[in-house]
């Protein structure tokens, strides 16, 4: 069974980077056919899609926030991360990372963690 | 990018009736690539639903989805006590995947 678990800090100040980690066990992330991916949730809010990285290490990323986003992946220690940059108070939100089979919605979830942005 | 809207926003049952959500997008939904997810307060979401109408693997089959195009219906056929959720629909046929807004599911 796939498990994922975020881990970073949960305050960042505003214009630094957030950076958010997550461990994947009970799966290889470089296994063929998978993708992992970082989707948030602004408190109280709906779901909003950040990006992802498929096992052959190609990314995509929301328009919305290509800029300032980098997700990368780190097989040896079987995690990947989220990079986001010049953040804002409007990047207060819990943090999800998750991953499935292409063609597949993301089966797998961590259980969240919430990042504040204030000084 | 396509814009998904849910409704009804609020949906108020008592357990054991029917749930029928519905989903609509702003364009074509490729090859049905459409989720349907539970959340519960404080918890990740649940895949339910994939490819319109899978049931993803553990879900009871009350759960159903339905559809194809723009238009898709989630239906819970008894709710149980455990059904009171939120639940969201998602794209992930083009970039960027994109999510409903969302429809609570509260015990009347």
């Known amino acids: 069974q796939v498990q994922l678990q975020e881990s970073g800090p949960g305050l960042v100040k505003p214009s630094q980077t957030l950076s958010l980690t997550c461990t994947v066990s009970?799966?290889?992330?470089?296994?063929?056919?998978?993708?992992w991916t970082w989707i948030r949730q602004h408190p109280g809010k709906g779901l909003e899609w950040i990006g992802y990285?498929?096992?052959?290490?190609?990314?995509y990323y929301n328009p919305s926030l290509k800029s300032r986003v980098t997700i990368s992946a780190d097989t040896s220690k079987s995690h990947f991360s989220l990079r986001l940059s010049s953040v804002t108070v409007a990047d207060t939100a819990v943090y999800f990372c998750?991953?499935?089979?292409?063609?597949?919605?993301?089966?797998?979830w961590g259980q969240g963690t919430l990042v504040t942005v204030s000084s | 990018e396509i814009v998904l809207t849910q409704s009804p926003g609020t949906l108020s049952l008592s357990p054991g009736e029917r749930a029928t959500l519905s989903c609509r997008a702003s364009?074509?939904?490729?090859?049905?690539?459409l989720a349907w997810y539970q959340q519960k307060l404080g918890q990740a979401p649940r895949l339910l639903i994939y490819?319109?109408?899978s049931r993803a693997t553990g879900i009871p089959d009350r759960f159903s989805g339905s559809g194809s195009g723009t238009d898709f219906t989630l239906t819970i056929t008894r709710l149980e006590p455990e059904d009171f959720a939120v639940y969201y629909c998602?794209?992930?046929?083009?970039?960027?995947?994109?999510f409903g807004g969302g429809t609570k599911v509260e015990i009347k």
């Open positions: 998750a991953g499935g089979i292409v063609i597949d919605p993301p089966h797998y």
């Open positions: 009970g799966g290889s992330i470089s296994s063929g056919g998978y993708y």
């Open positions: 990285i498929f096992y052959s290490g190609s990314t």
């Open positions: 364009q074509s939904v490729s090859s049905s690539y």
């Open positions: 490819g319109a109408s």
């Open positions: 998602q794209q992930y046929g083009s970039s960027p995947l994109t």
